[in-house]
């Protein structure tokens, strides 16, 4: 027998006691006053909260009737918390209290402190409708119980300025290319993750680029991302930076220092994003245009050797023929070395294709 058959059964068999157990309620109120209709509140955690710490705000409904209409949450202000509905939906059950099967609803809300300090959440305003017997369907507001809790800093987190308070928080950085060998005009892409549960995306850090002479960099706007799997808040923050090298040099991207209060063990962990160094060179052209000594072959060597062989013996040739022959002798002699000393620098080729032809001219 399924579970909707045996309630089916229990409100056919229960009808003439709870008809005549409701036959003068007339308003919700009544039916809270004559025991039929039942509003609670809860909170979890409900002590050792530090700010931007998710605290559940369970609102619970119950009816020895039935529900015959939606209920509607009016979510309160309270200065310093922030309070959300982010699930669209109740957690439905029943159970059996002394010995009377009741119907239930339990609603969940989100409250985020903001600060450390007292707080008092009122009565929540609650729009129910269910069953009262011969009277039909009575609808109204009603109001949940009023909640009181307390928010500290602990001592380990008063040397952080920022923090992020879940069971779970990372951060990661990542590049669209490689950093080695850049050259003035490159340009690249760094993106920043934060990822945590129980928090909204709203309250994980930002991430800004250090300005560097040299080094243009061109954040987007971040891209926000907050999901809801079985209860459990997914909240992850993107930050995108293209960088454009403008200078060559060495750069350097400065780790980064994020605090996470693990609300699981209540103790302080510190996350880093490391450092990155980047290194540019000149640009591509001048790479490619810079001007390149030509190495020394061995065969220039020897023309070197011999040049300068010639030269010596030139010099030698003449002081010993200076004093025993003519004047005019003598000069033959050097102008014939002279001669050899140039052949020694000709070029191999002519300097023009086809000496004496017309084409020169």
């Known amino acids: 027998?399924?579970?909707?058959?045996?309630?089916?059964?229990?409100?056919?068999?229960?009808?003439?006691?709870?008809?005549?157990?409701?036959?003068?309620?007339?308003?919700?109120?009544?039916?809270?006053?004559?025991?039929?209709?039942?509003?609670?509140?809860?909170?979890?955690?409900?002590?050792?909260?530090?700010?931007?710490?998710?605290?559940?705000?369970?609102?619970?409904?119950?009816?020895?009737?039935?529900?015959?209409?939606?209920?509607?949450?009016?979510?309160?202000?309270?200065?310093?918390?922030?309070?959300?509905?982010?699930?669209?939906?109740?957690?439905?059950?029943?159970?059996?209290?002394?010995?009377?099967?009741?119907?239930?609803?339990?609603?969940?809300?989100?409250?985020?402190?903001?600060?450390?300090?007292?707080?008092?959440?009122?009565?929540?305003?609650?729009?129910?409708?269910?069953?009262?017997?011969?009277?039909?369907?009575?609808?109204?507001?009603?109001?949940?119980?009023?909640?009181?809790?307390?928010?500290?800093?602990?001592?380990?987190?008063?040397?952080?300025?920022?923090?992020?308070?879940?069971?779970?928080?990372?951060?990661?950085?990542?590049?669209?290319?490689?950093?080695?060998?850049?050259?003035?005009?490159?340009?690249?892409?760094?993106?920043?993750?934060?990822?945590a549960s129980d928090v909204l995306a709203m309250m994980l850090p930002s991430y800004d680029p250090q300005k560097q002479p040299g080094l243009a960099a061109y954040p987007s706007p971040p891209s926000l991302d907050n999901s809801n799997n079985r209860g459990q808040n997914l909240a992850s923050r993107r930050v995108r930076i293209s960088y454009v090298v403008e200078q060559p040099g060495q750069y350097l991207l400065p780790a980064r220092d994020y605090y996470w209060w693990n609300t699981q063990t209540g103790k302080l962990e510190l996350l880093t994003l490391p450092q990155t160094r980047i290194e540019v060179a000149g640009s591509a052209a001048e790479q490619h245009t810079a001007p390149s000594r030509p190495a020394v072959t061995p065969r220039q060597w020897l023309l070197i050797a011999a040049c300068l062989t010639l030269l010596v013996g030139g010099v030698l040739l003449a002081r010993y023929l200076a004093p025993r022959l003519p004047v005019a002798q003598w000069r033959g002699q050097l102008a014939a070395q002279l001669h050899r000393l140039r052949g020694v620098f000709k070029p191999a080729l002519a300097t023009r294709l086809n000496p004496g032809s017309s084409s020169e001219e």
């Not at 409701?22 to 609670?40: D, T």
């Not at 020895?64 to 959300?84: A, Q």
């Not at 602990?154 to 300025?161: D, K, R, V, Y």
């Open 1 to 195: 027998m399924t579970t909707l058959t045996r309630r089916l059964l229990w409100c056919l068999l229960a009808w003439p006691a709870v008809s005549s157990a409701l036959a003068f309620a007339n308003s919700l109120q009544e039916l809270q006053a004559a025991g039929h209709l039942q509003i609670g509140s809860s909170l979890s955690p409900e002590t050792g909260i530090v700010p931007g710490q998710r605290v559940k705000l369970t609102l619970e409904i119950a009816t020895d009737t039935w529900f015959t209409g939606g209920t509607r949450i009016s979510i309160p202000e309270v200065p310093g918390l922030v309070i959300m509905q982010t699930e669209q939906f109740a957690s439905n059950a029943s159970e059996t209290r002394n010995g009377q099967s009741w119907v239930i609803q339990r609603w969940t809300l989100d409250v985020f402190p903001q600060r450390a300090g007292d707080f008092t959440i009122g009565r929540v305003p609650l729009q129910v409708q269910v069953n009262a017997g011969e009277d039909g369907n009575i609808a109204g507001e009603v109001h949940s119980p009023p909640l009181q809790f307390s928010v500290s800093v602990p001592e380990s987190l008063a040397q952080a300025t920022h923090w992020v308070a879940a069971p779970a928080f990372s951060v990661s950085q990542s590049f669209d290319r490689s950093l080695e060998g850049l050259v003035v005009g490159d340009a690249f892409e760094h993106e920043v993750k934060f990822e």
